[in-house]
């Protein structure tokens, strides 16, 4: 069977080419917005506990198993199930995938809306235009946040036109490590200022009394959305992975750096959390748990660099939403090359038409988020924190028990030779056999069981 590729999918230019434009999959706003504000939510440094532990348990085979299929297959996740198998079943998990790519996609691009607007915030705020820099702030407003998510979605279909390897290649070499750098700083800035060290504390102090179902499935839900796994976001990717590649270790450069990057904006944030409050921003509700939501951090990161204030504060704000969007950006390019590339595969439509086709259909739903913005906590709860697990169950299963670990193994060692003798896997295959589904499984049962019960 041909293992080359035999249409006209682009390949990443170089090793660091492909952890590049995956970490930039990664990387994006599930680091800066979701992660500190489901922490919030579920109770700081346990939760933080929890997720990481489930990234490396569950979020690392994952991946592992979702690039070795796209590899092997060259396709998208239908594509790729229905080369394998021809049981219709998971022909008809392929499109949950693409389902769940179109549902994230929808919301993603009005909070990635956000951190444009919030650039001209900072703007308009520095020169003293302060009903402008109101009138942006606003994230109620229905007709801005649809201009924005348009905005957004506008630039994210003009990448994906132009082919998946350049582009993000280059925004995420250089661009990404300043994101980086200015945390940083950041992170020494915060540490100083009053009431900082109580959110130092909630978010390195753990109390584990607080775990429970709950912030487990929470923290499954993020680690998924974290590292872009359980849509086949990484088996599009994968199929577009060289041979000589070594995956395994692509892999953890990727999960490593996405966690790193959550870690550090999980220090700047709860701190600035609590320094907000310092300043007079509520940030706790009448019942005493915190006000996380959707805008969280929209609210309370505003207030930092205003408090910096003058061109300092400008500089850092400016930068740091400007450098949040490309990373948005590099994320949503995943999002939509799952259902572009499947409709190019399976239905021979062009990229052009594809890309266009389909972001038009996801910004129509986004208009509807973009006028009632409770519909985000749902929509997410149903794609991101049921779907990507439920997603990544069924490729675990099939990688283990429909494609075989045998073949797996075939494809890992394009690249990673002597897999067979290496510690890596056996302990990989125990994983993604028996530890990763009945986790998984486990956790999503528990779940439902309450909701029905
Ligand atoms: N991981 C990205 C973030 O953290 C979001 C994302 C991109 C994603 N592609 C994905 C989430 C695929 C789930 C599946 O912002």
Redesign the pocket.
Known sequence: MATTPTNNRGTWNTKIGFILAAAG???????I???PTVMAENGGAAFLFIYVLLVFIIGFPVMVAELSIGRRTQKNPVGAFKALSNNKLFTLAGFWCVL??VA?LSF?VIIAGWTISYFFEQVFYFFGMTDWSAWVANTDNGWLNAGLAILFMGLTVSIILGGVSQGIERAVRYLMPMLVVIILILIGYVMFQPGAGAGFREYLVPDFSVIDMDLILAAMGQA????????G??ITYGSYLSKRENIPSAAAYVTGF?VGIAFLAGMLIMPTVYMAQAQGVAIFDDAGSLLAGPALIFQVLPELFHEMGGLMGLIFGASFFFLLSI??LT??I??LE?PTSYVIDEHGVSRKKAAIGIGAFITIISLFIAFDTGLIDHIDFIF?VIG?PLGGLIISLFLAYVWKTESAKMELQNGFENIGSHWFWPVWKIFIKFICPILIALILATTIYDVIR
């Open positions: 999959s990664a990387v994006g706003l599930g680091n917005w979701r992660f769940c790519g994230i993603y998924f959305f974290s590292l872009s796994l359980g849509m976001a990484l996405d990373a948005a994320s949503s995943s999002l799952v991101s990507l």
